[in-house]
Every structure is written in C-alpha cells, then in structure tokens.
C-alpha cells in the first residue's frame, strides 16, 4: 500500500533519531489514516466487542455505553471512551487524558518536558568566530559547503545540515531533525498533518495529528525504563468526525514492544468510527 508523506516522514524520525541511541518507541501502521477515504461515524454509545487481537473486554460497557475497559499482555490496560465535545477543541479535550497518562509515568513525563532547544525552522546558524588556518568554503553546481572553527553548514537541493559543537539540525523535504545537549527533536509538517518525536534521557514522545477533515490524533509516551508501577509505554488514539463525539483509547503497558496493544487499541476506535 502506498504510503503519504507523513508515514514516510515518521519512519525517517525514528530512523535519525534511531542514531543517536536506540529508540523507544516504534510506530508501524498498516495503513496511513491521513489518506483514509471513508468519512468518520458519528456515534453516541460504544461498540465494544468481547475480544479484539491480544485485548479482552473486562466485563461490559458502562450502563451509558461511553465506557468499556479491556485487559491485554503482562498486565496491559486498554480504555475505550466516548468524548462529546459540544463546541469543545479536541486538543483540549485530550488534555485530560494526557495528564492521568503522565501521571502514570510521572519520571518519563518530567524528563521529556525538558525538551531540546530547537531554532525556527529558516533560522540560520550563528556565525562561527574566525579560526586561523580552520575553514573551508566548497562550491559545486548543487552542493555548497562551509566550515569554519566547529562550525559547518552543508547546502543540497532540498536539504540542509547546520551543526556547531554539539548541537546540530537537518531538513530534508519538510523534515526537521535538531538535536542538542541530551535530547533530539524530530518535527514533520505537511498538507495531510504533522508529525513530532522528541527524545530525551532514554524517553521517546509521540504525537500524530493526522486529521485536517476529522480528528485523528494519536500520543505515546515511552521510557526505557519502568515507572514506579512497572509502566514503560502509555498513550492515546483518537478518532472522530470534527464537532464530535469522539472515541478515545487509552493504553498503558509494561511490555517495551509495545506495537501490538496500540495496534489493537486503534482497531477498537476503528470498529467504533471507521478509519
């Protein structure tokens, strides 16, 4: 299956993340829902099947079928919820699911809040003091290059790489990679949505906002180490038409690969609103 710029663009973040250390978060997808053709459901009650790939349904759905909670691998917990929204923004609305999720993992949610300095996006590197006997100017047709001191500066058709001492950015068709210090940032913008990794001290963060018709929004906070309740990876996939209700999953899990509990968790949105 053909894949937008926006999948292709993630998978190029985790990669140059991916080189700085190992990553925590792996995204795969098997379809891309910022090219999703079906319009999403209105729904006002839960449709929440007994079990769906590794997840079973623990009990029923609330008497008011905005609720229903399932049980996954080592301990893993899945909560589907119906959000009306009544003029609300729907990042606003998650707001309150990210916070119970942080507080879940409250060391990996302080460390990854500590995020890279990053410089806008046209923002040239500083000049580099001069350093006798310490610079290079290269210019071909297509590739012009610039070194001076710990400073250089590389310039191809649609990308260029900045790096003084021990910071650095590369951008490369619409995606953004800074890094600096202890931590990386990875930021991927474009017509059909927008993509941004941050990593920090072992810590990956996620978000997807896919949608521009619709609300599809997807969050993963991962650690490479387990919280003080042996939780390594929580997060959220959203899904509803714009003006709402949507249906949200809310995922928390001790297993490090966890791909397979957030891709069970995003079938149950689908099975509610479509993709």
């Known amino acids: 299956m053909k894949r937008s710029a926006i999948a292709?663009?993630?998978?190029?973040?985790?990669?140059a993340i991916s080189a700085c250390g190992e990553p925590t978060v792996r995204i795969t997808k098997r379809s891309d829902p910022a090219v999703s053709s079906g319009a999403l459901k209105v729904v006002d009650t839960l449709t929440c099947p007994e079990?769906?790939?590794?997840?079973?349904?623990?009990?029923?759905?609330t008497a008011d079928g905005t609720v229903c909670t399932y049980g996954g691998p080592r301990g893993a917990e899945v909560v589907l919820h119906?959000?009306?929204?009544?003029?609300?923004?729907?990042?606003?609305?998650?707001?309150?699911?990210?916070?119970?999720?942080?507080?879940?993992?409250?060391?990996?949610?302080?460390?990854?809040?500590?995020?890279?300095?990053?410089?806008?996006?046209?923002?040239?590197?500083?000049?580099?003091?001069?350093?006798?006997?310490?610079?290079?100017?290269?210019?071909?047709?297509?590739?012009?290059?610039?070194a001076e001191g710990?400073?250089?500066?590389?310039?191809?058709?649609?990308?260029?790489?900045?790096?003084?001492?021990?910071?650095?950015?590369?951008?490369?068709?619409?995606v953004e990679v800074h890094s600096g210090g202890d931590g990386q940032s990875v930021r991927i913008g474009g017509t059909s949505g927008a993509v941004e990794v941050q990593s920090r001290e072992d810590v990956s963060e996620v978000r997807v906002n896919a949608g521009a018709d619709a609300i599809r929004i997807t969050y993963i906070l991962s650690d490479s180490q387990p919280s003080g309740a042996?939780?390594?990876?929580?997060?959220?996939?959203?899904?509803?038409?714009?003006?709402?209700?949507?249906?949200?999953?809310?995922?928390?899990?001790?297993?490090?690969?966890?791909?397979?509990?957030?891709?069970?968790?995003?079938?149950?949105?689908?099975?509610?609103?479509?993709?």
Not at 261 to 275: I, P
């Open 51 to 61: 079990t769906v790939g590794a997840l079973t349904r623990k009990g029923s759905a």
């Open 82 to 146: 119906l959000v009306p929204l009544a003029g609300t923004e729907a990042t606003v609305a998650l707001e309150r699911f990210e916070t119970r999720l942080h507080n879940l993992m409250p060391e990996a949610a302080a460390r990854i809040a500590r995020r890279p300095a990053a410089p806008p996006a046209r923002e040239a590197p500083p000049e580099a003091p001069a350093v006798p006997g310490e610079s290079a100017d290269v210019r071909l047709p297509g590739l012009t290059v610039h």
């Open 150 to 174: 710990d400073a250089a500066e590389v310039r191809l058709p649609g990308t260029s790489i900045s790096a003084r001492d021990d910071r650095s950015r590369v951008a490369v068709a619409g």
């Open 8 to 15: 292709i663009g993630c998978a190029t973040a985790l990669t």
């Open 230 to 275: 042996g939780w390594r990876a929580v997060g959220y996939h959203a899904r509803g038409p714009n003006g709402g209700p949507m249906v949200v999953a809310t995922v928390q899990t001790r297993d490090r690969q966890s791909d397979a509990v957030f891709d069970d968790a995003e079938q149950l949105v689908a099975a509610n609103v479509g993709e």
